[in-house]
C-alpha cells in the first residue's frame, strides 16, 4: 500500500512503501493485515488515548521524524507492545480502520472531558496524514464521520474530522470559493466567500498515483445517508448546526443538501417528516430552506430501489446529475418536501394516540406542524412565485387557488363575488400568493358592518376595501404576499382606505399603482414589507420624505424599493444628481436605525406612455345579419326537452345517472357570472403567464371563451365544464396563442377525465410542436374526443394545428351559412360544417363597452358541434343506463362519434353539413305523447344514432 505524510518544514509530500511482513527479530514476523494484529494495536492507541496526556504529540512526532524514510522503525506504548506507526494509518482493514475502532470504542461509554478533548487531537492529527481514512466506509458504508454523528457528545470530533482533511469544492471562479444563497427567510441575499489560499492543501496518493482533495463529495455515495441525514434523524441539533456552517463555508451546499438517500429523501425532506415532530424541528427546516432554497423543488421517489453494489467506493467528481449512478431507481410518484411533510402528518393523524396523554402530545404536534406547513408554503411561494409550472409540481393538486388576479375586469358584482365565495372549485388558500386588481369598479356590493365603521364617512373611493374585506372574511385569506393595484389616478383611493384595506394582510411584495404614497401609510399598512414599487410624480419634497429616517428606512425587512419616475423636466445630469442624493440619504437613514439587513436596493424605472393595444376577436368573427335558421330552432327545441326530463330525474336520481358528459373549453377563460354559466363549471385552471401573474380562468379576455361556453350550453343544458385558460404572446399587434400552455392545458383536461375537449382556435405550425403533439396523443390515447376549428383565413390547403397533428383522429369543423353552404373563408378539410354565421351579442352585461361586437365563423361551429356531441354521448348513455338488459354497449371513441355525426349528413353533400333535424326533429315528431313523452324522444334520438356506432 501507499499513504502520504507531508515535511512540516519543507512543505513537501513523501511517498511511504509500507512492508507488509516483520523484520528478523521478531518485531515484523506477522501478515500487517492480520486483523487480530491490527486490532491488538488499535487497542493500545486507545488505552494510551485514555491513561497517557502525553500520548499524541509523542506518537505524531515520532510519525512525523520517520516520514520519507525507508527504514520503518516501531512506536513502543505504554504497555510494552510496539508496532510499525503505518499500520495505524491502513485505510482499511477487514473491519474496520482505526477512526471507526476508536470512534466506537470511545461512544460505548461516558468519557471524561479530558480524554475527549484528548481523542479530538489524536483525530485531527490523524485525519490530517491520512485524509483517506475518512472516506474509507465499513460493510454498511458508514464513514468514521458518519459513525461519530451517531454517537452523543461527540461534537469535537466532528468538529476535528471536518477541520483535519474536509475541504471545498472549487468553482469555476478563480481565487475564491463563493456561494451566493438567497434564502426566502433570510432577508437579503449573502455572498460567503474564502480564498483557496487559505485552505490547506492536502493530498492524497491513491494506488494509481491519481492526487485530489478531499471534499465533500468523497463522503457522499449515491443513494445513501450522508452525516447531514443521519445528523437529521437522529434530531441532533448541535450536529447539524455545525455540519451545516461547514457545507456553507466548503462550498458545498448543493452536493449535500442536494444529495437524495436510500430511501429517495433529500435532508429537507426528512427534516420535514411530521414523525420527527420535536421542538426544534422548525428551525432545522428554516435553516435548510434559507441555505438551499431549490431543496423545496426536489420531488423525492415513493418507491425506490437502490442497487448500489459497493458502498466503500471512492467517488471522485460526483455531481447531482450522475449521482444515480449505479442504482436502478424504479419511480412511481414523485413528492416535494411541502407534499411530503403533508403526507406524513396525514398518516400520523390517522395513527394517533386516543389516550389522554396521547392527546396531549398530539396537541403540541398540531402546533408544531402547522408552523412547518405555514413556512414552507410561504417559502414556496417566495421562492417560485413566479413560476407557476414549479408552483404546481411542489404543492398537493387539493391546495385551492393561491392567487387571485381580476385582470382584464372593468367591474366587480355581487354575483361575481357570491359565485366564487360558494363555489367547490373556487377554494381558497389562507395564503395567497397574489392579489391583481385592475382600475374597476365594485356596484351592487354593500357590507353593512364595515359601512358602519367611523372612517367609512370619508369622500374617497372604497371600492377595493370591499374586495379586500370580501377575501378576508368571506374566502378566509389570513396573508397576500404580493398585491397589484391599478387605482385610478384621476379618483384614487385615499392613504386610510389603503391602510384599512390591506393593513391586516402583512403584505411582502407592494405595487399600489398611487402617485406619491406617503411612507407612513406603507408602515402602517405594510410594515413587514421587503419589494416596494413607488409612484412619484417628481415632487422632490416627497422624495426626500422617502428617504428620511421616519420615512422608508422604518421599514427593517425591505430589501428592493423600485421608484417610478415620469419624464423629468430637468436635465439629464441634475435629474441623476436628485435619484443620487436620495440613495444616499435612504442608505444613510437605513444605517441609522442599525436594521440587520444591508440597506435596500434601488431601482430607477421611467414611466413611459403607451399606446393602448385593443384586444379584440379575429376579424373573420365579424357581425353579420341573419335569423335563427332551422338547426339552431332544433338543437333549441330538443334542447327544452332535454332539460324537462333531467330536472325532473334530478331530484330522484345521482348526476352519475344521468349521463352528464365532461367538457373542457381550452379557450381565453369564462365569466363565470354571466348567464349562469358557474352552475355549470365543474373545474378551472389558468395557464395564462402575464410575467408571474396569472388572470384567473373565471373572467374571458375578450369574451370568446364566455361564447363558445354559451353555446355548448345552448345545446347540451346539462354539462359540466372545465376551463383551461390559455397563455398568449402579442405579434403584429395580434394576440396568439401559445402551444406551450395549449399543450399544458390538454394536459389538464385530460387528469380531469373529460369526453370532449373543445379547441375553438388554430395557430400555425408551432417552435413548441413536440409539446402540442405528446398532450394531444395522450388524450386521443384515452378516446377523448378532440373538436378543432378549421381556419377562417381561407381555402388553405394545410391543415392548422392543432388538428394536423393527427387529421384522422380529429374532428375538423367548419363554419356554414344559413342555407348549409361551407363559408367562404372556411377551409376546405372539414370533416363536418356547423352553423356559424349567426349573430350574436356579448355575454356580459348590455352596457359593457369593453368587448368587440358579435361573433361568426368556426370557433363558433366548433361549439356548437361540441355541444351537439355531447347531446348524443348523453343520450346514448342515459339509454345504456335505462335499458342495462340491452347487450349492445357503445363505447366513446373517435371512431363511433364519426359515425354516428355521420348520421346526419346527406350521403350527396360534399359540405358535410350536420343535418340534425333528421334525427332530432324526427324523434320529436314520431315520439308517443304521454307521461314519458321527454323519455321516449330521448331514447328514440339514442336508438337511432346507436344503429349507426360499431
Known amino acids: 500500500m501507499v499513504f502520504v505524510a507531508f515535511e512540516p518544514r519543507a512543505n513537501q509530500v513523501s511517498v511511504v512503501k509500507v512492508k507488509t511482513s516483520r523484520d528478523e527479530n521478531g518485531n515484523y514476523d506477522n501478515q500487517y493485515s492480520d486483523d487480530r494484529r491490527l486490532q491488538k494495536l488499535f487497542q493500545c492507541i486507545y488505552n494510551d488515548l485514555q491513561k497517557n496526556d502525553q500520548f499524541v504529540g509523542r506518537f505524531f512526532q515520532c510519525l512525523e521524524e520517520h516520514d520519507g524514510n525507508t527504514a520503518q522503525k516501531s512506536y513502543t506504548f505504554s504497555d510494552g507492545s510496539s508496532f510499525d506507526l503505518s499500520l495505524a494509518l491502513d485505510p482499511k482493514s477487514d473491519d474496520s480502520n482505526i477512526l471507526h475502532y476508536l470512534i466506537d470504542r470511545f461512544g460505548q461509554e461516558t468519557q471524561d472531558e479530558t480524554v475527549m478533548k484528548r481523542f479530538a487531537d489524536f483525530v485531527k492529527n490523524i485525519v490530517t496524514h491520512m485524509p483517506g481514512l475518512v472516506r474509507d466506509r465499513l460493510d454498511d458504508g458508514r464513514s468514521p464521520l458518519d459513525e461519530a454523528v451517531l454517537k452523543d457528545g461527540f461534537l469535537e470530533i466532528i468538529r476535528a474530522i471536518c477541520e483535519g482533511c474536509m475541504k471545498g469544492i472549487k468553482t469555476p471562479h478563480s481565487g475564491s470559493v463563493s456561494q451566493t444563497i438567497h434564502g426566502p427567510n433570510d432577508g437579503f441575499a449573502q455572498t460567503n466567500s474564502m480564498s483557496l489560499n487559505s485552505v490547506q492543501e492536502r493530498i492524497e496518493y491513491d494506488e494509481e498515483g491519481i492526487t485530489e482533495p478531499l471534499s465533500w463529495l468523497d463522503v457522499a455515495i449515491p443513494n445513501r445517508d450522508t452525516c447531514l441525514h443521519k445528523a437529521i434523524k437522529m434530531k441532533k441539533d448541535d450536529y447539524i448546526d455545525y455540519l451545516l456552517e461547514q457545507i456553507k463555508a466548503a462550498n458545498a451546499v448543493d452536493a449535500i443538501l442536494g444529495h437524495y438517500n436510500q430511501d429517495g429523501f433529500t435532508p429537507l425532506h426528512l427534516a420535514v417528516d411530521f414523525k420527527l415532530c420535536y421542538g426544534k424541528q422548525l428551525d432545522i427546516v428554516k435553516k435548510l430552506v434559507n441555505l438551499y432554497p431549490e431543496s423545496l423543488t426536489m420531488s423525492r421517489s415513493d418507491s425506490q430501489t437502490s442497487t448500489a453494489k459497493n458502498p466503500k467506493r471512492h467517488l471522485h467528481g460526483r455531481n447531482r446529475n450522475n449521482q444515480n449512478e449505479g442504482a436502478a431507481v424504479e419511480i412511481k410518484g414523485s413528492l416535494s418536501p411541502y407534499r411530503h411533510f403533508l403526507q406524513t402528518r396525514r398518516k400520523k393523524g390517522d395513527a394517533k394516540s386516543t389516550t389522554a396523554r396521547g392527546s396531549t402530545r398530539h396537541h403540541g404536534d398540531l402546533q408544531i406542524g402547522e408552523q412547518i406547513e405555514e413556512f414552507l408554503k410561504l417559502s414556496c411561494m417566495r421562492s417560485y412565485g413566479k413560476n407557476r409550472a414549479v408552483l404546481t409540481e411542489m404543492f398537493p393538486r387539493s391546495l385551492g387557488q393561491i392567487h387571485f388576479d381580476l385582470n382584464p375586469r372593468t367591474e366587480v358584482s355581487q354575483k361575481l363575488l357570491d359565485y366564487i365565495s360558494k363555489s367547490p372549485i373556487m377554494k381558497f388558500q389562507s395564503y395567497l400568493q397574489y392579489v391583481y386588481i385592475p382600475n374597476l369598479r365594485v356596484v351592487g356590493v354593500t357590507m353593512e358592518e364595515l359601512e358602519k365603521k367611523t372612517w367609512w364617512n370619508s369622500l374617497s373611493r372604497k371600492d377595493y376595501v370591499y374586495i379586500f374585506e370580501w377575501l378576508r372574511r368571506s374566502m378566509g385569506v389570513k396573508k397576500i404576499l404580493k398585491i397589484v393595484v391599478e387605482d385610478d389616478p384621476k379618483d384614487p383611493h385615499s392613504d386610510e382606505a389603503i391602510e384599512q384595506a390591506v393593513g391586516s394582510f402583512d403584505v411582502e411584495e407592494w405595487d399600489w399603482m398611487k402617485q406619491d404614497l406617503c411612507s407612513d401609510t406603507i408602515f402602517a399598512a405594510a410594515k413587514n414589507v421587503r419589494d416596494l414599487s413607488l409612484y412619484w410624480s417628481g415632487n422632490r419634497a416627497l422624495l426626500k420624505n422617502w428617504a428620511a429616517p421616519d420615512g422608508l428606512a422604518k421599514l427593517k425587512k425591505l430589501q428592493t424599493v423600485r421608484i417610478m419616475t415620469p419624464q423629468s423636466r430637468e436635465s439629464r445630469e441634475r435629474a441623476e444628481k436628485i435619484i443620487e442624493k436620495f440613495r444616499v440619504d435612504l442608505e444613510n437613514s437605513w444605517k441609522s436605525h442599525e436594521h440587520c439587513l444591508e440597506p435596500p436596493k434601488v431601482d430607477i424605472q421611467p414611466i413611459s406612455s403607451q399606446a393602448h393595444v385593443e384586444k379584440k376577436l379575429s376579424k373573420t368573427e365579424k357581425e353579420e345579419k341573419g335569423r335563427k335558421e332551422k338547426w339552431l330552432k332544433c338543437m333549441d327545441d330538443f334542447s327544452k326537452i332535454l332539460r324537462r326530463y333531467l330536472n325532473n330525474l334530478s331530484s330522484n336520481t345521482p348526476s352519475s345517472k344521468q349521463g352528464i358528459k365532461k367538457v373542457a373549453i381550452i379557450d381565453d377563460g369564462v365569466d363565470v357570472d354571466v348567464d ?240 340534425v333535424w333528421e334525427v332530432f326533429d324526427e324523434a320529436m315528431q314520431k315520439a308517443e305523447v304521454g307521461e314519458n313523452h321527454e323519455w321516449n324522444i330521448i331514447s328514440m334520438v339514442a336508438s337511432m344514432f346507436m344503429g349507426m356506432a360499431k
Request: hydrophobic share 35%; aromatic share 8%.
Open 676 to 915: 349562469g354559466i358557474g352552475m355549470s363549471v365543474m373545474g378551472g385552471e389558468t395557464f395564462y403567464d402575464d410575467k408571474g401573474h396569472w388572470p384567473g380562468f373565471y373572467q374571458s379576455a375578450y369574451g370568446h371563451g364566455t361564447l363558445m361556453a354559451r353555446q355548448i350550453r345552448s345545446i347540451c343544458p346539462k354539462v359540466s365544464l372545465y376551463v383551461a385558460k390559455l397563455n398568449e404572446v402579442w405579434r403584429d399587434g395580434k394576440p396568439q396563442i401559445t402551444a406551450k400552455s395549449a399543450a399544458e392545458a390538454i394536459e389538464w383536461a385530460r387528469e380531469k377525465g373529460v369526453d370532449i375537449i373543445s379547441i375553438s382556435w388554430t395557430i400555425e405550425e408551432p417552435e413548441e410542436k413536440d409539446l402540442l403533439k405528446t398532450a394531444v396523443n395522450n388524450a386521443l390515447g384515452q378516446n377523448i374526443l378532440l373538436f378543432c376549428a378549421s381556419n377562417d383565413l381561407g381555402n388553405l390547403s394545410n391543415i392548422p394545428y392543432p388538428a394536423a397533428i393527427n387529421p384522422e383522429k380529429i374532428f375538423k369543423i367548419g363554419s356554414a351559412t344559413e342555407l348549409g353552404l361551407r363559408e367562404d373563408k372556411t377551409q376546405k378539410r372539414v370533416d363536418f360544417v356547423v352553423p356559424g354565421s349567426e349573430v350574436t351579442k356579448r355575454l356580459a352585461d348590455e352596457n359593457d363597452q369593453g368587448f368587440a361586437g358579435p361573433r361568426s365563423g368556426s370557433s363558433i361551429a366548433t361549439a356548437r358541434c361540441v355541444g351537439l356531441a355531447a347531446v348524443i354521448l348523453q343520450c346514448v348513455e342515459l339509454f345504456q343506463l335505462h335499458n342495462k338488459d340491452n347487450p349492445r354497449k357503445i363505447e366513446r371513441t373517435y371512431e363511433n362519434m364519426n359515425s354516428m355525426l355521420g348520421r346526419l349528413v346527406d350521403k350527396d353533400d360534399d359540405h358535410h353539413y350536420l343535418r
